[in-house]
């Protein structure tokens, strides 16, 4: 009897058991089919297809509201490669115009990338190749088209300043979950340091697509779908016809041209020669041309009105009498004798009068005269061994902007050099070296380098009378005027 009474009890606990898990699973299946939204959208995972929805990047205007960069539309062949069957590799082949190598290569990293999402196979087909595709897109399971822009450049102008825009790295995926393999990002130039205002917000778009392949149509009427937003317009400093004549001045030649407007600090043209046409570096040649413009010995990537830092000579004349007169080793009437070619430890390369003040120096550029001026500041007061009056000097000298970075919207540029007395130190020890040592100094030559840059920024502090504003390349983001910082030197 109590045997017939365990197993009762055993086969009550299991039909209990069994009822309750049934009772889960129906209210689960109740809950899935009925209420939640979220699995009856995962239920159309097998016909839909979500396309995102790549903004137009803003648009980039010189001063006076000429287009400088636009958007043209271009489309990606994308990928799902769990999708891909009884593919006919001849005939897309041939509709790409692909080599059967590429197309093999491109497969494996789309499923390398995964098997289930989409990944771009072919980026920037042609006019032609989607006009095909389009027609004939329902024989290759697995393939879709994307639409997104490509930048164009109305004036083959400004390249350094402009910059361009490629695909994304891994290093800048990591960096930024918004972006994901085959986004696009900028790569240099305003393009890259305003990429956050120019990108704009991704969109999403849910479609329905049969077993042939073919889209029937938005997805629950859309509701699903997030709207992309277009990126922001930018003004532009440059005055883009200005900017044009410079660079056709400079064909043919090494060098640069820059143009500060000294009220503002906004830069009118600022021209490295030789250059490239930006045009060149989108679409599918971008690599390229990229590849061919690297291994140009002339170097037209390089920008030299930024990178390249140079002696600048008796342009800096002009600077060491400003810090004399502001350590007050001399006056504007101070004069100091000139033998001409004679003359030591500097000589004057032409003949002149003799003596000169301040303002006949400045005219005639001569040499003597700064290095007496310099020699004085170096040993004011007795302080010849002491170096303290070469460090006074330097950082009157930085605050005309020489030795740093501007903090500004300013591509990639060099901060030049001005030795400090560590420097000199290394080499000739604390106690080693004097005016004497450092003379070249005096005349802009030695070790100081100054970029064309900072060498245009010097002739604006000197109409502005002792500031600058910091020069900048970027007006206005729409219609938000941006403000960059003041400068203003030590020279009272």
């Known amino acids: 009897m109590a045997r017939k009474d365990h197993n009762a009890a055993k086969r009550y606990v299991i039909i209990t058991i069994f009822l309750v898990v049934a009772s889960v699973f129906l209210l689960r299946l109740f809950y899935i089919q009925v209420i939640s939204d979220k699995y009856s959208f ?182 699903f779908d997030k709207p992309q937003v277009p990126g922001l317009d930018l003004t532009s400093t440059l005055d883009i016809e200005l900017q044009v004549y410079g660079e056709a001045l400079m064909s043919n030649k090494r060098g640069s041209i820059v143009a500060i407007e000294p009220a503002t600090g906004e830069i009118l043209a600022l021209v490295s020669s030789p250059t490239y046409d930006p045009n060149l570096l989108i679409g599918r040649i971008r690599s390229k041309n990229f590849a061919l413009l690297a291994a140009d010995p002339l170097k037209p990537l390089f920008n030299r009105a930024t990178q390249a830092a140079y002696p600048t000579g008796s342009t800096f004349k002009m600077i060491n009498g400003l810090v004399g007169l502001q350590m007050g080793v001399i006056i504007p009437q101070t004069r100091f004798g000139c033998s001409g070619k004679g003359s030591s430890p500097i000589a004057c390369s032409h003949s002149h009068a003799s003596p000169l003040d301040l303002v006949g120096a400045i005219e005639q550029s001569c040499n003597p005269y700064f290095w007496n001026t310099f020699r004085a500041i170096i040993e004011r007061g007795g302080e010849g061994g002491t170096n303290a009056n070469y460090v006074k000097w330097r950082e009157h000298v930085m605050s005309f902007g020489f030795g740093e970075r501007f903090d500004s919207d300013l591509p990639a540029h060099s901060k030049g050099n001005i030795p400090s007395e560590n420097y000199y130190n290394k080499i000739y020890g604390p106690k080693g070296w004097k005016s004497m040592t450092i003379r070249s100094l005096s005349i802009g030559q030695g070790e100081l380098l100054i970029t064309p840059l900072q060498l245009a920024n010097q002739a604006v502090i000197i109409a502005n009378k002792g500031f600058y504003i910091t020069p900048h390349i970027v007006k206005k983001v729409e219609d938000h005027v941006l403000e960059f910082p003041k400068k203003i030197t030590s020279i009272k």
């Open 42 to 223: 995962l239920a159309e995972s097998n016909v839909r297809r979500i396309i995102t929805q790549y903004p137009p990047r803003g648009v980039i205007y010189d001063r006076n509201g000429k287009k400088m960069v636009t958007n043209e539309a271009a489309y990606d062949l994308m990928i799902i490669p769990r999708q891909v069957k009884d593919l006919d590799t001849a005939e897309l082949c041939y509709l790409l115009d692909l080599e059967r190598s590429s197309f093999v290569t491109r497969l494996k990293k789309a499923r390398d990338f995964s098997l289930y999402k989409p990944s771009i196979f072919l980026e920037q087909i042609s006019q032609r190749s989607y006009g095909y595709l389009q027609e004939k897109l329902f024989r290759f399971p697995g393939f879709f088209v994307q639409p997104r822009t490509l930048r164009q450049y109305p004036y083959p102008a400004a390249a350094h300043l402009l910059g361009y825009v490629g695909e994304v790295n891994q290093k800048e995926i990591d960096k930024d979950t918004y972006y994901k393999s085959g986004d696009y990002i900028g790569k240099g130039g305003i393009e890259k340091f305003y990429e956050e205002s120019l990108r704009g917000v991704k969109g999403e778009k849910i479609i329905l697509v049969d077993v042939f392949n073919r889209e029937k149509g938005s997805f629950e009427n859309g509701r």
